[in-house]
């Protein structure tokens, strides 16, 4: 079971930082990954970190985004920085095993998305 957290409104330039709590399974054992899907479109890719530590990044973010994990907490965080209005977004996260990590299909398990608006 994933259980995301930490959306909100913030002001365009502020940060905020998500979580999803893994329960069940080895978390250890799972990559990670964070989409997300504004009103209107299509879910997207966002980042992602397997299990061994490798990192993935979708152009939009990368450089504002930062998506890290800690075992011990069975959890995976998504700092995000410099959020602009077009990353108003309900964001999910996922687990799976194997596979590719860019693309929401193949994904395990999903956690129910946390909302996050950005104002001008």
């Known amino acids: 079971q994933l259980q995301a957290y930490g959306g909100g409104l913030v002001q365009a330039g502020g940060s905020l930082r998500l979580s999803c709590a893994v329960s069940?399974?080895?978390?250890?054992?799972?990559?990670m990954g964070w989409f997300r899907q504004a009103p209107g479109k299509e879910r997207e890719f966002v980042a992602a970190?397997?299990?061994?530590?490798?990192?993935y990044y979708a152009d939009s973010v990368k450089g504002r985004f930062t998506i890290s994990r800690d075992n011990a907490e069975n959890t995976v965080y998504l700092q995000m920085n410099s959020l602009k209005p077009e990353d108003t977004a309900v964001y999910y996260c996922?687990?799976?095993?194997?596979?590719?990590?860019?693309?929401?299909?193949?994904?395990?398990?999903w956690g129910q998305g946390t909302l996050v608006t950005v104002s001008s």
């Open positions: 069940g399974g080895t978390f250890s054992s799972y990559s």
């Open positions: 996922a687990a799976r095993y194997y596979g590719a990590l860019t693309t929401q299909y193949g994904y395990d398990y």
């Open positions: 970190i397997s299990w061994s530590g490798r990192i």
